[in-house]
């Protein structure tokens, strides 16, 4: 009796692993689709680099477009997950409260290599997290973004809204095996040491400003980058690396390939601007080791400030 009950569990284990909450296939699988990945993904470059156990997949020569869905049931469940990411804002007023998009920060509807793409995503989570010190679903990835980056409140896991856009992750994630990552995913790290405010300024003033907006506040073209509006002090984005790396790989928008130096000054002196505060922030890395660029009190551990 005890053997068959064992028998059953490991099959319905293994239908539940290959298998979405709404019954399709969500990628294709190397090792068991419930297999833990372990990263700390506030980390641009850990992020990327936190399957070391196998070799990164290529980057997809055709990443997946919405336009070319069929016109069925989950064909419009991927389309209005799309819509979601792409609006997130009208989309979720409730769940939103600043004047970020998702695709604020994941360019290109999230299909565009070094600036943290979603491109594989689904292949990388359930993943173990440093930062809450837990195991992480793509769920509770979605509402840190919505906690954090665009200062609003978590989406049930079972609200239409996170189905469809879980399904545009599984969507773009077709064909990448379970437990890789794939190459181009998060952005390239900018290994500096120093970050020097006072030239941020004058990067940020002849270089950000004419889209961001001289205060930060954001303009039609860009969104705020400091201010009530923007994202807040607990978001990845408020770490200086993560920033510098986002930044020297993506922009200027219209001309990327901003000079690694640059970089890290300009991302010193916007994360040194106001912004939200995060009510759990000092929660964060319950067990100590928050990376060093982490602008808040954690365990163990006082911020030092940029120059």
């Known amino acids: 009796m005890i053997r068959r009950l064992t028998t059953l569990v490991l099959a319905l284990s293994a239908v539940a692993a290959c298998w979405s909450p709404d019954g399709v296939p969500s990628h294709s699988a190397g090792p068991s ?93 359930p993943q173990y997290r440093t930062r809450n010190a837990k195991i992480n679903t793509i769920e509770d990835r979605v509402n840190d973004c919505l906690e954090r980056s665009l200062v609003g409140r978590a989406l049930p896991n079972d609200d239409p809204a996170m189905r469809a856009i879980v399904s545009y992750f599984a969507f773009l994630s077709n064909d990448v095996p379970v437990g890789h990552r794939v190459q181009g995913q998060g952005a390239p790290p900018v290994r500096l040491e120093t970050a020097n405010r006072a030239r941020g300024d004058s990067v940020y003033a002849t270089t950000c400003a004419r889209c961001h907006g001289a205060a930060g506040e954001g303009t039609p073209l860009a969104p705020p980058v400091w201010g009530e509006r923007a994202y807040s002090l607990g978001a990845g984005m408020g770490r200086v690396r993560t920033m510098a790396a986002f930044v020297a790989a993506n922009m200027p928008y219209d001309n990327p390939g901003m000079d690694p130096q640059d970089a890290m000054d300009v991302a010193a002196y916007v994360n040194s601007q106001p912004r939200p505060t995060f009510a759990r922030a000092a929660l964060d890395w319950p067990f100590g080791g928050a990376p060093a660029d982490v602008p808040y009190a954690t365990v163990g551990r006082t911020p030092v400030p940029w120059e």
């Not at 936190?50 to 980057?59: D, N, T």
């Not at 804002?89 to 290109?108: A, E, F, I, M, W």
């Open 33 to 125: 689709a419930r297999a833990v990945n372990v990263a700390d993904a506030e980390d641009v470059s850990a992020a990327a680099g936190g399957m070391a156990a196998h070799a990164p997949a290529p980057w997809p020569d055709n990443v997946p477009r919405v336009d070319t869905l069929s016109d069925t049931p989950h064909g419009a469940q991927i389309r209005r997950g799309h819509a979601i990411l792409t609006a997130t804002k009208d989309s979720l007023p409730q769940y939103v409260g600043n004047d970020l998009r998702c695709t604020s920060c994941h360019l290109d509807d999230g299909r565009r290599a070094n600036a943290l793409p979603w491109v594989g995503l689904m292949a990388r989570f």
